[in-house]
């Protein structure tokens, strides 16, 4: 393998602090979510950066952006990437660093004067974080054929608004078909979000994989009624289901164990006045398990325990499947690049399962794949207070290049 040229990390974290600035909100962090103008604003600043690296942009069909860097041969790419829509707490890293190391990769071969044999390709992907418009890794999904493109452009948020209509507003409903652009390799560089690497004072992580995920809303009938007059034997409180439901997915969490996880996100209560019975509650259930069976098992009990709740109470329950994907595992050759790369840069590594879901989680569909984390101090992300040291960051970029440059001299 070549050795790698120097990356230019003050041009990384100023390319970080700089995207950082649309959609900033107190506290560090940004607001960009999916399609909003604050994503449009975002996704035109890294464009721009791709073109001034005179990388060939290519847009397809669902806005995913795939900037190609051009090698001694032509045909399939090795691709790097991830996504630069946040959730509404948001932290600067997430995703971001992923798309911006890519391309500071490229930065560094150009200024060594390196052409790869195969093509380089840096990408982000549309909704990612599934915080707008479910399901989340939208546009890696359809790029990966387990999503119809149909489908995914007629899905809607909270306001009815449909992605293509979203997409065509700000401009970045491509003209090339999903899938076109087909990897020989993926690799994926995200902070860990989660307290893993610190905990265990370590700076890269070889991720073995990503743990199923399961995303339901139940949207609970109930009657409006007085607070004060209606006895309690009379109630159809869809209110009380709801705490019921949330406190139920605590409970199920420790019953299960093991790596079961547990969220209910949101919760809208209607007419969400202090004294009327809610006769509608609209609430969100994330059930996670690096195991199949239990996380079967966990979506069992839910399921089970909202219908008993729900006729007990004389209310009625609708279920909608928001998101569903079964525990991926990366290729063990691409696991044991990650440590062998780590370890020639004289960086503690240690393998380690992801917690949250990612875009190469499907690119992993397509091609052999990877993905290098970093530590996310105290564990934060989802938060405007997310943060990984200047150190990691570098750590994690000089990793992402040698094996971007590995595998594209294959
Ligand atoms: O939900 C997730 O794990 C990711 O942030 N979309
Ligand atoms: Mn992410
Ligand atoms: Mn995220």
């Not at 525990?327 to 020639?344: G, N, Q, S, Y």
């Amino acid at each position: 393998m070549k050795n790698s040229p120097p990356l230019d990390h003050a041009h990384l974290h100023a390319r970080i602090a700089a995207l950082a600035e649309i959609g900033a909100v107190e506290g560090g962090g940004c607001a960009r979510l999916a399609l909003t103008d604050e994503d449009k604003a975002g996704r035109d600043l890294v464009v721009s950066w791709m073109r001034a690296q005179g990388l060939a942009i290519h847009v397809d069909a669902i806005g995913n952006v795939f900037a190609i860097r051009a090698g001694r041969e032509s045909g399939a790419p090795v691709m790097t990437g991830s996504h630069v829509d946040t959730v509404r707490t948001g932290g600067r890293f997430d995703g971001n660093l992923g798309v911006l190391a890519g391309l500071e990769a490229c930065r560094a071969l150009d200024a060594a004067g390196i052409v790869t044999r195969h093509p380089l390709c840096v990408a982000f992907f549309t909704n990612e974080e599934g915080a707008r418009f479910q399901p989340d890794m939208m546009g890696s999904l359809v790029h990966a054929g387990g999503l119809s493109l149909e489908e995914a452009l007629a899905a809607t948020d909270g306001a009815g608004i449909a992605v293509g209509d979203e997409l065509d507003r700000i401009g970045y409903r491509g003209t090339m078909a999903p899938g076109t652009i087909r990897p020989r390799a993926f690799v994926e560089l995200h902070i860990e979000q989660g307290p893993v690497l610190e905990d265990s004072a370590v700076t890269i992580g070889a991720v073995t994989g990503v743990q199923g995920i399961s995303w339901h809303e139940f949207t609970i009938g109930g009657v409006s009624a007085h607070a004060g007059t209606t006895p309690m034997r009379l109630r159809h409180d869809a209110g009380y289901v709801a705490a019921e439901i949330a406190t139920f997915t605590r409970r199920l969490t420790r019953e299960i164990g093991g790596t079961q996880v547990g969220t209910v996100g949101v919760v809208e209560l209607r007419p969400n006045l202090i004294n009327v019975i809610a006769n509608q509650a609209r609430l969100t259930v994330d059930l996670r398990n690096t195991d199949e069976t239990n996380l079967r098992e966990a979506e069992a009990r839910l399921f089970a325990f909202v219908d008993a709740t729900v006729a007990a109470e004389g209310c009625t329950v609708a279920v909608r499947k928001l998101a569903r994907f079964e525990p991926v595992d990366f290729p063990p050759d691409m696991i044991a690049r990650v440590e062998r790369l780590a370890i020639a840069r004289g960086r503690s590594v240690m393998r380690l399962p992801s917690g949250a879901g990612h875009d190469a989680q499907m690119l992993a569909r397509l091609c052999p794949t990877a993905m290098i984390f970093v530590p996310s101090v105290k564990g934060l992300s989802h938060n405007v207070a997310e943060f990984t040291t200047p150190a990691d960051i570098e750590a994690g970029a000089d990793i992402l290049l040698d094996l971007l440059l590995e595998l594209a001299e294959a």
